[in-house]
């Protein structure tokens, strides 16, 4: 029974660093959107009256929205990453689990 206690542990320690991980990867995500849009409107703001070629603005707005679908298309690339590996971790978990399972339903677990 100790056996199943410490891979029940094990994984809810990895199950919750991936949900951290998880949760870091969408504030950084979110802080670098907000930083480009703070730009951006800044920019727009302060830089309108005084650049006579509008189409430097526009070109630039168009860099930082790219900026932003790069962040976008990163942070959904590792999610997807972070998806896998907690897939991976819960079949290995169930895995262990029936293996442990099947151990005792045998008496091998308990044999000395």
């Known amino acids: 029974m100790e056996k199943t206690e410490d891979v029940e542990k094990e994984y809810h320690l990895?199950?919750?660093s991936y949900e951290e991980q998880e949760n870091?990867?969408?504030r950084q995500?979110?802080?670098g959107i907000e930083t480009l849009e703070e730009v951006q409107?800044?920019?727009r703001h302060y830089l309108k009256d005084f650049v006579s070629d509008s189409d430097i603005l526009t070109r630039g707005f168009r860099q930082i929205e790219q900026m932003k679908r790069e962040i976008l298309e990163m942070a959904r690339a590792d999610r997807q990453n972070l998806a896998r590996k907690l897939?991976?971790?819960d079949e290995d978990f169930y895995s262990e689990?029936?293996?442990?399972?099947e151990k005792e339903e045998k008496g091998d677990y308990f044999k000395c």
């Open 41 to 43: 409107d800044r920019s």
């Open 87 to 89: 897939e991976k971790l």
């Open 29 to 31: 995500r979110n802080k």
């Open 97 to 101: 689990m029936k293996k442990l399972s």
């Open 24 to 26: 870091d990867l969408i």
């Open 14 to 16: 990895k199950r919750r």
